[in-house]
């Protein structure tokens, strides 16, 4: 069974500062691996995806994570916080094959201090 | 395109009842998941289907059941609601094609049970 684990429910940076958000992950086999926001009241956006080839994986506002097998890591890092990343973060993972089930970890609670 | 769509945002039920949820994929999405999404279990897989048919189901109990239409557009059914059922449900569609196709999220549903 896959399994995902983030550490630090809860983060706080100063805006400007570098964001690391932390994933590990747990599969038998290298699994396709996510990242998601979501903000208050709100559904789920996607900010990357590894799937295969290149290790570091850009997405969108800034964000990018880099896959590393040998530490089964997939960390989310920004290298300068603005306000609006104030929200929360879902790290997950899917199989590979046609399943589309996602199996999430706990969340991360960004917050941006002024 | 338009998004996914949930109907309705809020809903609020009695123990005991039942309720449906409906959700709408963006146009030419045949794959829809359902998650539940609860401060102290995160977000959980509930099952997906493709062409009409459940493809994958998570661990939950036989009280919760969905369906799919032929337009692709899906229901979830959950009947004699516990307190514990109240949750943000979340619907995420997924283009047919391609193995590593993200799935993008609605907005959810809100559903307290009093």
């Known amino acids: 069974a896959q399994s995902v684990t983030q550490l630090g429910s809860h983060v706080s940076v100063s805006e400007g500062a570098l964001v690391l958000l932390r994933c590990n992950y747990s599969s038998s086999v290298p699994p396709y691996l996510f990242w998601y926001v979501q903000y208050p009241n709100q559904g789920l956006q996607l900010l990357l995806k590894y799937t295969t080839g290149a290790t570091l994986v850009k997405g969108i506002n800034g964000f990018e994570a880099e896959f590393k097998k040998s530490e089964t890591s997939f960390h989310l890092t920004k290298p300068s916080a603005h306000m609006s990343d104030a929200a929360e973060y879902f790290c997950?993972?899917?199989?590979?094959?046609?399943?589309?089930?996602?199996?999430f970890g706990s969340g991360t609670q960004l917050t941006v201090l002024p | 395109k338009a998004g996914v769509t949930q109907t309705p945002r809020y809903l609020i039920k009695t123990r005991g009842q039942q309720v449906t949820l409906s959700c709408s994929p963006i146009s030419g999405h045949r794959s829809v998941s359902w998650y539940q999404q609860t401060p102290g279990q995160g977000l959980q897989f509930l099952f997906e289907y493709f062409s009409e048919t459940q493809r994958n189901k998570g661990n939950f109990p036989g009280r919760f059941s969905g369906r799919q239409f032929s337009n692709s557009r899906s229901e979830m059914n959950v009947s004699t609601l516990e307190l514990g059922d109240s949750a943000l449900y979340l619907c995420?569609?997924?283009?047919?094609?391609?193995?590593?196709?993200?799935?993008?999220f609605g907005p959810g549903t809100r559903l307290t049970v009093t």
């Open positions: 997950a993972v899917r199989p590979s094959g046609s399943a589309r089930q996602l199996t």
């Open positions: 995420a569609s997924s283009p047919q094609a391609g193995e590593i196709a993200e799935q993008y």
